[in-house]
């Protein structure tokens, strides 16, 4: 971390100011490529996060999200009510900025703009939830919440000292009330059945009354859809897309983990889960081309980098296999979000995202995708969750596998593996 003391001539007011996401990038957003400007890549990770989800969270926390915030539907978008946009928003966005708002305060600029959206975060969530909130979030309508409460579960599994802990005792009963409220309605047999799982992980987290049926199910019968190799099946039948990383293997992980913490399964069904997602991360790696990027391939790519998901949670956990370098990992991820973030379309003027996957492509987005659906890419920035100190951000830059491939370097061989 660099650790610049704003100190003596510059007020703490002018700081802040100076922090907002539009003047965060604004030196930086003169071409695909100058956003490399940054002093380190942690520097630009940190910006570039502030800017994603700075429009979601402080809206949130002004009580203007349902007021401000654009949405733009698919061409195909079916029946369900657009309502739920801003669940997924907030859902998804606390999900990916959890680990990062986790940190201790300090008095660097990333500090001080962590502390920033911290409080927003928390001071939304206490402002969307009291009666009469022009923000109010859809629990009560259509099977999509089942979904967005999910990643709001996760956000707090992440970082609960940061984002539940501090807030009011009535924001948590509400919360509490509005998950338990979901179990009117089944999650699809589908990677869905984990969303019902780790909210129900949550709740028994902090001492509530859980579903056992419903936190047992998707830890159940994904293993049973296990195809091997890392890869889970969404249901019976293998899906090739980015779902794996988007859903499966990080809630599969994080349910067992509160699981196994209460005893509830046995320690080696977690450390199975974690197994497969290590070796699913070691494709991830590889699937980066020497060019930072990767295939658009299956529904939901408008997810963007959300995609590296699995990856990023291995890389925050510091469980990355002995043949991937945290290096590796940050300068791969650094530089497919600089191919993708840098293209013009991707953000509208208020620095929304739009739909698309590099640039603003509205006919690519599936049936059920809304400008909410796009936060899922804040879940690629899980290893700011890691100190500036640590090896991933202070080693020397390292050429990814198919970097090294492809310039006839030697790299590390791979094989399949049976468990």
Not at 93 to 102: E, K, N, Q, V
Not at 339 to 363: A, I, R, V
Not at 382 to 406: C, E, M, N, Q
Request: proline fraction near 5%.
């Amino acid at each position: 971390m660099e650790r610049r003391k704003f100190i003596g001539a510059f007020s703490l007011a002018g700081i802040i100011g100076a922090m907002s996401p539009k003047n965060i990038l604004a030196a930086t957003d003169k071409s695909k490529t100058s956003i490399g400007y940054a002093i380190n890549d942690r520097e630009y990770w940190w910006k570039l996060l502030n800017k994603i989800a700075s429009p979601v969270v402080s809206n949130l926390a002004n009580g203007t999200l349902i007021k401000n915030m654009p949405v733009e539907k698919s061409p195909t978008f079916d029946s369900r009510s657009l309502s739920v946009t801003y669940l997924e928003a907030v859902g998804r966005t606390y999900a990916g900025i959890a680990p990062w708002l986790a940190l201790p305060d300090d008095e660097s600029a990333e500090g001080i703009a962590r502390k920033k959206l911290r409080a927003d975060a928390v001071n939304g969530l206490n402002k969307c939830f009291a009666p009469g909130s022009p923000d109010a979030l859809n629990f009560a309508k259509d099977y999509q919440p089942i979904v967005d409460a999910a990643y709001l579960a996760q956000s707090f599994l992440r970082a609960p000292k940061a984002l539940w802990e501090p807030l009011e005792a009535e924001t948590k009963q509400r919360i509490i009330s509005a998950f338990k409220s979901l179990r009117n309605r089944k999650p699809f047999k589908s990677n869905w059945l984990l969303f019902g799982s780790i909210t129900e992980a949550f709740l028994l987290s902090v001492g509530e009354d859980y579903d056992a049926e419903r936190l047992n199910e998707g830890p159940k019968k994904l293993n049973e859809w296990y195809k091997g190799d890392g890869w889970y099946g969404d249901g019976p039948n293998l899906a090739f897309d980015y779902y794996n990383s988007f859903v499966i293997h990080p809630m599969m992980v994080d349910t067992l983990a509160v699981m196994a913490d209460k005893k509830l399964v046995e320690q080696k069904v977690y450390d199975l889960a974690l197994k497969r997602m290590q070796r699913y991360a070691v494709g991830q790696e590889r699937m980066i081309s020497p060019e930072g990027t990767y295939p658009a391939i299956g529904r939901s790519i408008t997810y963007r980098t959300g995609a590296f998901q699995a990856l990023s949670q291995v890389a925050l956990m510091e469980k990355l296999p002995e043949s991937i370098k945290p290096a590796q990992v940050r300068c791969a991820l650094t530089k497919v979000k600089q191919n993708m973030y840098g293209t013009p379309g991707t953000f509208d003027k208020n620095d929304w995202l739009q739909l698309g996957f590099c640039g603003h492509q509205s006919e690519i987005a599936d049936y059920y995708t809304s400008t909410g659906s796009l936060y899922m890419a804040t879940l690629s920035f899980l290893p700011l969750g890691l100190p500036a100190s640590h090896d991933f951000w202070t080693a020397k830059p390292v050429a990814w596998t198919s970097k090294r491939a492809w310039a006839g370097e030697a790299f590390a061989k791979d094989y399949h593996v049976d468990y």
